[in-house]
């Protein structure tokens, strides 16, 4: 059984550019979650999808965007890149109230 | 906003030696979930929390949740290099909501 996928691993961006990162959940979730990771601290909430909607988001921009398709895979969509936005971005599935599972992230560098 | 505080930042011991990680939420805490981390890696469950009193154990791992003093403990014994990593504990609002974790505790074990 295929845990939580994340694609790409590592991706290096210039500030200004744009970048979508993909999620595939675990088999049977159907709730994906966005988490950023900076370095040295714990993943904050970007935002979580359900039934294809937005149900949460935390605190981010509207620059940070996402979908989650009917097969409940997800991208995460980031517009005119900071170089703040360095980080590891990771995905959580679940599956209504129960355990959300971690992807191995994708690593952005943003120069 | 609730906010977790993880005790101590980073700890080292000698492999065989005994550990106990802490978790203070400055709210009620309902779900507590605790990950381990490899640097730059993604999250690895190792248990939810939910009840107060609920304790759950999981090889040589142990957790606990302390309802009252708003707590959650990870105790490690006969720590092996294999436990070295980060460990993060989060915190939900009792369902398949945003986590909120804390700054994560690194461990070092040495052999």
């Known amino acids: 059984d295929a845990g939580v996928t994340q694609s790409p691993t590592h991706l290096i961006k210039t500030r200004g550019q744009q970048v979508t990162l993909r999620c595939s959940p675990k088999s049977g979730h159907d709730t994906v979650s966005w988490y950023q990771q900076a370095l040295g601290q714990g993943p904050q909430f970007i935002f979580q999808y359900y039934e294809e909607e937005e149900r949460q988001r935390g605190n981010f921009p509207d620059r940070f965007s996402g979908h989650q398709f009917p097969n409940y895979s997800s991208e995460l969509n980031v517009n005119a890149l900071l170089l703040g936005d360095s980080a590891l971005y990771l995905c959580?599935?679940?599956?209504?109230?129960?355990?959300?599972?971690f992807g191995p992230g994708t690593r952005l560098t943003v120069t | 906003s609730q906010e977790l505080e993880q005790s101590p930042q980073s700890l080292i011991v000698q492999e065989g030696k005994n550990l106990t990680i802490n978790c203070t939420s400055s709210k009620t805490l309902y779900g507590l979930y605790w990950y381990k981390q490899k640097y730059g890696e993604g999250l690895i469950f190792l248990m939810m929390?939910?009840?107060?009193?609920e304790e759950k154990s999981h090889e040589k791992i142990t957790a606990k949740l302390d309802e009252k003093k708003q707590q959650s403990s990870l105790h490690i014994t006969a720590s092996q290099p294999s436990h070295a990593g980060i460990y993060l504990c989060?915190?939900?609002?009792?369902?398949?909501?945003?986590?909120?974790f804390g700054k994560g505790t690194k461990l070092t074990v040495n052999p």
């Open positions: 929390l939910q009840k107060g009193g």
């Open positions: 989060g915190a939900d609002g009792g369902g398949s909501e945003k986590l909120v």
């Open positions: 959580a599935s679940s599956y209504r109230v129960y355990e959300q599972y």
